[in-house]
């Protein structure tokens, strides 16, 4: 089948050549070049790397304007393919073909721009959906869905990269049996992008609810909270269960070491955190038993 494929970022690259292998790719559409890392250095993204590699054709742009319109036009394309393009398709694309997205949740939960990590977060919707376009977000009729559950202790990032490879054989599956879609059945529930402000981490929480946070934040924006006046980003962290044994009670918030040199944190509904990886501001990361002789004495989360 020929092919139009929208994308930019990793993920997005890696559904890409799974996709070229399986059909013809007669164009690629991805966001331009941009500033990467410390030193800023003008990188293509992802999705322009793999399609240099597998020598298909490339159209940067950050909209489909006039000349994007005409290159879609010329392509002469049975169907669009878009996985995290990171701008709207717009009616005059949508109207020339057929544009089906590969979305990280079971529609019609968590629309927006990061279902995966809601899902995590919340513990519901958790799947890979492949939707048909349109001028809602993320409310075009459903071709296929696949139901998915997360690894223990996996992190969003990683698990970013599992239900990529899952929803890509999902959408080959869905291109080869030209399934009949169907509307979007559910209470639907919204996934904005978060934010660093978002990820702050609130104690008030279940150890469990803020494990699921921590997880669902890995890699980006990453869960933090300030400790001291300075923020401490939490990377790892585990709900042990049972109640880890000490000598004192505690405040919410409070970090204390557990009779088995374990460093927790206490959380709402009696729940207690066990942090084992944390990142001070300005420092490398470093495991929680370290940071915790570093404070000498009583501490807590602001």
Known sequence: MRLIFAGTPEVAARSLELVASNHEVVLVLTRPDAPIGRKRIVTPSPVAQKAGDLGLAVHKTNKIDDQALAL????????????????????????RLSWWNLHFSMLPEWRGATPLQHSMMHDTGIGVSVFLLDQGLDRGMIIAQEP????????????????????????????????????????????????????????????TELQRFIRATNPEPMAWANQNGEPVRILVASNPGAKPEFDTTHDIG?????????IFVQCGNSSFLKLELVQPAGKRETEANNWWNGLKGRAKFD
């Open 72 to 95: 879609i036009q010329e392509a002469n394309a049975e169907k669009a393919i878009v996985v995290a393009f990171g701008a709207m398709i717009p009616q005059a694309a949508l109207s």
């Open 148 to 207: 998915l559950s997360f690894l223990k202790d996996e992190t969003a990032g990683q698990a970013l990269e599992r239900f990529t490879d899952v929803g890509a054989k999902v959408l080959l599956d869905a291109l080869d049996e030209a399934l009949e879609p169907m509307p979007q059945v559910g209470i639907s529930s919204s996934a904005p992008k978060l934010t660093r402000l978002d990820a702050k981490i609130s104690f008030t929480k279940s150890a």
């Open 254 to 262: 409070e970090i204390f070491k557990a009779d088995n040199n374990e």
